[in-house]
């Protein structure tokens, strides 16, 4: 029983507190990381559209380059 009183002593004085640290600690880095990340995302997404378009406007020109050539 002493070992037992032992443990449970331990788990909370030590254990569970030093576990509630690293949750808080990881929640913040996570936090840090996701805030850091938005601002790129946004910059991916519009490269992504520009690219896009200047990819469809390149297709669509060539498209009507060669209709017009072989056709008319």
């Given at each position: 029983m002493?070992?037992?009183?032992?443990?449970?002593?331990?788990?909370?004085?030590?254990?569970?507190?030093?576990?509630?640290?690293?949750?808080?600690?990881?929640?913040?880095?996570?936090?840090?990381?996701?805030?850091?990340?938005?601002g790129t995302q946004s910059v991916i997404r519009i490269a992504f559209l520009l690219t896009t378009l200047v990819l469809w406007r390149l297709l669509t020109t060539l498209q009507l380059y060669l209709f017009s050539r072989f056709v008319a």
């Open positions: 002493a070992t037992y009183n032992s443990a449970s002593d331990l788990m909370r004085t030590h254990l569970l507190p030093e576990a509630d640290r690293l949750v808080t600690v990881n929640d913040a880095a996570f936090e840090r990381t996701y805030q850091d990340s938005s």
